[in-house]
């Protein structure tokens, strides 16, 4: 069963804007993990948080994470049409259990 | 480093046909994991792999099997294929386990008919 959940299922926005996607989970978690799949390839981590941490930082990447409202947010700031890809939130309970995904596009 | 291989990159299969999916992975990591996507549906764990000569079940394993011979390759196998294997089949590895970054190869896309 997913434990993620991703919101929204599909962004598109303009190159230079911000985009915001969110991630819920139902159960304690001992981690958190974003991945990118851009079209046709293979997953890449992007970020990992820990459940003691609330917010971390990677390049244009920012993620948050509320273990109260078993909630992660990922932003990409400034984004460039090579952000165009398929996010994923993963949750670690025992094993990674990944959300459906929120696709990204960024138009030019 | 080349990371994590998958053999074939494309198959397509008649219902009732068998065949194995290559992984290798050049990290020495000792966790391995078989994937498959479907549209809407994430990516769902199949069986895995804490280090060689171990496997266990995932979420979906009915239907499929797999071997660790060596460190460095999980093979999964189909004995009789059905039209609801049709998906995209990723392998990963990781140092240690699911608290660990995941690497991933570049996928396999089975179709059965």
């Known amino acids: 069963s997913q434990q993620g959940e991703e919101d929204p299922q599909a962004l598109s926005i303009q190159e230079g804007e911000n985009a915001t996607m969110n991630c819920s989970y139902k159960t304690s978690i001992n981690n958190l993990q974003w991945y990118r799949q851009n079209s046709g390839r293979g997953l890449v981590h992007l970020i990992l948080i820990r459940s003691n941490e609330r917010e971390k930082h990677s390049g244009r990447l920012r993620v948050t994470l509320d273990t109260s409202k078993k909630s992660s947010s990922l932003l990409i700031t400034a984004s460039r049409a090579a952000d165009t890809a398929s996010y994923f939130c993963a949750t670690d309970d025992y094993k990674l259990s990944f959300g459906a995904g929120t696709t990204v596009t960024v138009r030019a | 480093n080349a990371g994590v291989t998958q053999t074939p990159k494309f198959r397509v299969l008649k219902t009732g046909q068998s065949m194995t999916l290559l992984c290798a992975q050049d990290?020495?990591?000792?966790?391995m994991y078989w994937y498959r996507q479907d549209p809407g549906m994430g990516l769902r764990l199949i069986h895995y792999s804490v280090g060689e000569g171990t496997t266990a079940k995932g979420e979906v394993p009915d239907g499929y099997n797999v071997s660790r011979l060596k460190k460095q390759n999980f093979l999964l196998g189909l004995e009789s294929a059905a039209p609801s294997q049709t998906s995209v089949y990723f392998c990963a590895s990781s140092p240690r386990g699911s608290s660990d970054t995941q690497y991933f190869g570049p996928g396999t896309r089975l179709t059965v008919l």
């Open positions: 990290m020495n990591h000792e966790y």
